[in-house]
């Protein structure tokens, strides 16, 4: 069924912001609210970029726009507002590149598909390796990428210290960096732009997104879903697609669907804006730390995930400590600088360190989930999949890798080498 759209969104342009202003015009609402409708024919849980981007694909690629977003919190509140904003598409697995090439295919236009500005800023990626094995790793990615049309290659210390010129390259250092994968097309991107971009023409398209309606259970007959129970009322529906994270395992709980899913919190911080002195984003998987700067000129860190599984989403002085030491490592001419927020979002790790997509022993039930510490990168693949997998009630093919059936038939697909740092 099609749903009534919405007027299509005001066009934002430079034009239309001048005209605006001079009329005193105001510009309309984005996001509307409505009752819920006793019935959808698709259910998304969680109204981060996964969800949204699914609803916006159902919309645009198969015409099916009677869908509800739900969410226990706001738009973006989950992970989808609190990760570094970092992509990148140099993965190890033929799989995950080919699957994390096409976001930034999507990333690259969605600024013109949803005239929104996302801030796509490709700056260039590096990840430093410090010792012989981790060199191997980028060799290997390198060669990964290039088959698969991935500009990555390996670059020796001289060369990232030309990359990046404030990074300490000395030989004399305790962990020297020996050298580095360097991914010309990685960068960064306005986390609630997109969210806020996706929500928009979602909306527009019919797509109804109800924030603070928290799932309270759903129903199913006979191994199928038809129902899901919520704290605004009941909806029938026979399709639901879980895209949360933190928050996946109990939501799969709910049609007995057990996932190789363990949930740790993963802190990030900023720092004071500064002069731009950094231009690319700096990796260190063996000093466990990332860093960019914003055009804004703050210093946004992340590091690995907590050492211990937990929902708890606040900072801790511990983390704060070890990033100051690593960093400073890698940068020991920002010790000055003060740190001004610290934040943390929820991972939840899979043993291949790979996503879990697609349809699942539930019929009607899908998964979107299992993000570790990856997910933001790939909201739009994963929305046009897991759309084009409810369209067709198959597994779409870009993501026939990463069904669930693959712990239990031992095909992992194992993207350890290519997470961000250690965990
Ligand atoms: O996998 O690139 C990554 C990443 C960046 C921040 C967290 N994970």
Redesign the pocket.
């Known amino acids: 069924m099609t749903r009534a759209r919405t007027p299509y969104p005001a066009k934002y342009s430079a034009f239309g912001l001048a005209r605006r202003g001079l009329r005193h015009r105001k510009w309309p609402r984005t996001i509307h609210s409505h009752d819920l409708a006793p019935s959808y024919d698709v259910v998304i849980i969680g109204a981060g970029v996964h969800g949204l981007a699914a609803a916006y694909y159902l919309a645009t690629n198969h015409g099916i726009t009677n869908v509800a977003i739900l969410d226990k919190s706001y738009i973006g509140s989950g992970g989808s507002g609190r990760?570094?904003a970092?992509?990148?598409s140099n993965y190890l697995t033929p799989e995950g590149v080919a699957f994390y090439e096409r976001s930034m295919e999507l990333y690259r236009g969605l600024a013109h598909d949803l005239n929104y500005n996302v801030m796509f800023s490709q700056r260039g990626?590096l990840t430093l390796a410090h010792d012989d094995g981790a060199m191997r790793t980028m060799r290997w990615r390198a060669e990964v990428n290039k088959l698969l049309g991935v500009n990555s290659e390996v670059i020796d210390a001289a060369e990232v210290h030309r990359v990046e010129p404030r990074l300490d390259v000395s030989a004399d250092t305790r962990y020297p960096v020996l050298g580095a994968l360097y991914h010309p097309p990685g960068g960064t991107i306005r986390h609630d732009a997109v969210n806020w971009g996706y929500a928009r023409a979602a909306d527009a398209l019919g797509v109804e997104i109800h924030q603070q309606t928290e799932v309270l259970a759903i129903d199913t007959v006979g191994g199928r879903v038809v129902g899901v129970r919520t704290s605004r009322g009941s909806i029938s529906t026979p399709v639901v697609l879980n895209c949360t994270a933190g928050w996946a395992s109990l939501i799969c709980d709910m049609v007995d669907l057990r996932l190789p899913l363990v949930t740790h919190p993963?802190q990030?911080a900023v720092t004071e804006p500064v002069k731009v002195f950094l231009h690319s984003?700096v990796?260190s998987g063996s000093r466990h730390v990332?860093v960019s700067q914003t055009d804004r000129g703050e210093l946004v860190f992340?590091a690995s995930v907590d050492a211990y599984p937990s929902y708890s989403m606040r900072g801790s002085l511990e983390f704060t400590e070890e990033l100051a030491s690593h960093v400073l490592e890698l940068m020991p001419s920002i010790s000055a600088l003060r740190v001004m927020r610290q934040w943390a979002g929820l991972c939840d790790m899979t043993p291949d360190y790979s996503p879990i997509m697609g349809t699942t022993p539930v019929e009607g039930f899908f998964v979107d989930v299992g993000w570790?510490?990856?997910g933001?990168?790939a909201g739009p693949v994963s929305g046009e999949a897991l759309a084009d997998t409810i369209a067709h009630s198959r597994q779409a093919p870009i993501i026939s890798a990463f069904n669930l059936d693959r712990f239990a038939a031992g095909r992992l697909v194992g993207e350890r080498g290519?997470?961000?740092?250690g965990h």
Request: proline share 0%; net charge positive; charged share 10%.
């Open positions: 990760n570094t970092i992509l990148r990626h993963l990030a984003v990796v990332y992340g570790g510490t990856y933001y990168k290519a997470a961000s740092v």
